[in-house]
Nanobody
Framework: QAQLVESGGGLVQPGGSLRLSCAAS????????VAWYRQAPGKQRELVAA???????NYEDSVKGRFTISRDNAKKAVYLQMDNLKPEDTAVYYC?????????WGQGTQVTVSS
């Protein structure tokens, strides 16, 4: 059974950094596209960053140059390095993996950017 477990969220001041991690199990991880989404209160879930296996990552415009998605197939993990965080980055962040019709989600981790 596929499972994604996220970690690394928390409270950070504006301009600070956080690194989110997502550990996968129960899937052939290297074959899956990976992504991070976020959902702020009262807003729809939005795609933050995504990467196909061996592909070039793509980013939502507001995070370009500040966020970096990466993966470690040996560890079955995907990461989101977030730098120069802004209050508008405050949201619950979700890890997602997808292969054809199979998509799995993590439970979400809260990121709060506030002074």
């Amino acid at each position: 059974q596929a499972q994604l477990v996220e970690s690394g969220g928390g409270l950070v001041q504006p301009g600070g950094s956080l690194r989110l991690s997502c550990a996968a199990s129960g899937i052939t991880f290297s074959r899956y596209s990976v992504a991070w989404y976020r959902q702020a209160p009262g807003k729809q879930r939005e795609l933050v960053a995504a990467a196909r296996p061996g592909g070039i990552p793509n980013y939502e415009d507001s995070v370009k140059g500040r966020f970096t998605i990466s993966r470690d197939n040996a560890k079955k993990a995907v990461y989101l390095q977030m730098d120069n965080l802004k209050p508008e980055d405050t949201a619950v962040y979700y890890c997602n993996v997808q292969l054809l019709a199979n998509a799995y989600w993590g439970q979400g981790t809260q990121v709060t950017v506030s002074s």
